[in-house]
């Protein structure tokens, strides 16, 4: 039987089809009340011991009825809970605070920048090109080399890249077998917090993080706080003028090829491919889309968040067009682990 504009309608009743849609609707409500709650130090506050709404308002400065409002949405989300009046954070919100061995509170400050950014979306898919200009007045260049230049913007800014990266990290180090290698150098490696898990998982390994100076300058800290001095080091390159430092094994590139086009990509995998002996492994640690653009449904979002924030040409890519990128480059794909996290890892070892 055809299908009709009348039988397609009624395939969702209207009521579940506006529930479906007020929920996608409000979603930016949600990350919204994430950001804020973060902000205001919610989180960091609860952490500390339990309190009643008119004690958290006090300690964080807000009115009480707005900290009940607040706290009511954030225990519908799972992030906090209630017994007897007295709140606390859930065990996911307790990742939310400074004190959590895996802080994960960092990347919703990003809220607010990048919610701005993606009300030009439309424009954005008209053109392919960011909208920093639109946004903001400025040019991204601008924008990153003034995060550049203040250092406790920068700090910041890492502290999101750890966040990502040190759980993602640990899920490498699980599922990708170091024990042939002797070092691995992390390829625009932002603080280290990637490369470090998987050092500390493998005792035996070498580490070498490289990035631009402000950012080695965090990354030493960070080695240095883990203890792994004595066998790990931050060297400063340029991600595409290069040459890479040598002396490792293995190469990790982290949510680095989704922020270039295609042409840039292959001056980065081109540049990894001579920093390599003979039979060198190049582990990419991207999301990696189906072949007909599907899959999950963060990583059909950030192709769209590429299109806005990052340069012309910028996606998430299909198996297929890794395979493709990485065979120029000199490189085979042979596998691809799909461990459960927000990304998976591609494995290519050097021809």
Same mark, same amino acid.
């Given at each position: 039987m055809a299908i009709t504009r009348e039988n397609r309608a009624t395939e969702v009743a209207p009521l579940e089809a506006l529930k479906r849609l007020v929920a996608l609707t409000c979603g930016f409500m949600a990350s919204h009340a994430l950001a804020a709650a973060c902000n205001l130090g919610v989180f960091e506050e609860l952490g500390k011991g339990q309190a009643s709404p008119e004690e958290l308002a006090r300690t964080i400065k807000i009115n009480?009825?707005? $900290? =009940? @409002? /607040? &706290?009511?949405?954030? @225990?519908? &989300?799972?992030?906090?809970?209630? #017994?007897?009046?007295?709140?606390?954070?859930?065990? /996911?919100?307790?990742? &939310?605070?400074?004190?959590?061995?895996?802080?994960? +509170? *960092?990347?919703?400050?990003?809220? #607010?920048?990048?919610?701005?950014?993606?009300?030009?979306?439309?424009?954005?898919? =008209?053109?392919?090109?960011? =909208?920093?200009?639109? !946004?903001? +007045?400025?040019?991204? %260049?601008?924008?990153?080399? *003034?995060?550049? %230049?203040?250092? !406790? =913007?920068?700090?910041?800014?890492?502290? $999101?890249?750890? !966040?990502?990266?040190?759980?993602?990290? @640990? %899920?490498i180090a699980s599922h990708f077998d170091f024990a042939p290698f002797h070092c691995v150098m992390d390829v625009a490696g932002g603080p280290a917090g990637l490369s470090i898990e998987i050092c500390k998982r493998y005792p035996h390994l070498r580490g070498i993080v490289m990035d631009l100076p402000p950012v080695c300058r965090i990354a030493e800290e960070r080695i240095r706080a883990a203890g792994l001095q004595n066998r790990f080091k931050a060297v400063s390159a340029d991600l595409f003028k290069g040459p890479y430092p040598n002396g490792a094994d293995v190469i990790t590139l982290s949510w680095v090829l989704h922020d270039w086009s295609d042409e840039s990509c292959l001056k980065i995998l081109r540049n990894c491919h001579a920093a390599l002996p003979a039979t060198g492994v190049l582990l990419v640690n991207e999301i990696v889309l189906n072949d007909d653009h599907s899959g999950t449904e963060y990583g059909t979002l950030m192709s769209l968040h590429m299109a806005i924030a990052m340069e012309p040409g910028s996606k998430e890519r299909s198996q297929s067009e890794y395979r493709a990128l990485l065979e120029q480059a000199g490189f085979q794909l042979e #596998?691809?682990? @799909?461990y459960g996290g927000i990304r998976d890892l591609i494995v290519a070892r050097k021809l």
């Amino acid at each position: 039987m055809a299908i009709t504009r009348e039988n397609r309608a009624t395939e969702v009743a209207p009521l579940e089809a506006l529930k479906r849609l007020v929920a996608l609707t409000c979603g930016f409500m949600a990350s919204h009340a994430l950001a804020a709650a973060c902000n205001l130090g919610v989180f960091e506050e609860l952490g500390k011991g339990q309190a009643s709404p008119e004690e958290l308002a006090r300690t964080i400065k807000i009115n009480p009825d707005g $900290c =009940r @409002r /607040l &706290l009511a949405a954030l @225990r519908q &989300l799972g992030l906090v809970e209630e #017994q007897n009046g007295v709140w606390k954070n859930s065990a /996911l919100g307790e990742y &939310l605070t400074s004190q959590s061995p895996v802080p994960l +509170g *960092a990347p919703a400050m990003l809220v #607010q920048s990048f919610s701005h950014m993606w009300e030009f979306l439309p424009d954005a898919l =008209r053109e392919m090109s960011p =909208r920093w200009q639109q !946004a903001f +007045g400025t040019t991204a %260049e601008e924008a990153f080399t *003034a995060l550049y %230049e203040d250092p !406790a =913007r920068l700090k910041h800014f890492t502290q $999101c890249m750890d !966040a990502i990266s040190i759980p993602e990290g @640990r %899920e490498i180090a699980s599922h990708f077998d170091f024990a042939p290698f002797h070092c691995v150098m992390d390829v625009a490696g932002g603080p280290a917090g990637l490369s470090i898990e998987i050092c500390k998982r493998y005792p035996h390994l070498r580490g070498i993080v490289m990035d631009l100076p402000p950012v080695c300058r965090i990354a030493e800290e960070r080695i240095r706080a883990a203890g792994l001095q004595n066998r790990f080091k931050a060297v400063s390159a340029d991600l595409f003028k290069g040459p890479y430092p040598n002396g490792a094994d293995v190469i990790t590139l982290s949510w680095v090829l989704h922020d270039w086009s295609d042409e840039s990509c292959l001056k980065i995998l081109r540049n990894c491919h001579a920093a390599l002996p003979a039979t060198g492994v190049l582990l990419v640690n991207e999301i990696v889309l189906n072949d007909d653009h599907s899959g999950t449904e963060y990583g059909t979002l950030m192709s769209l968040h590429m299109a806005i924030a990052m340069e012309p040409g910028s996606k998430e890519r299909s198996q297929s067009e890794y395979r493709a990128l990485l065979e120029q480059a000199g490189f085979q794909l042979e #596998q691809v682990i @799909r461990y459960g996290g927000i990304r998976d890892l591609i494995v290519a070892r050097k021809l």
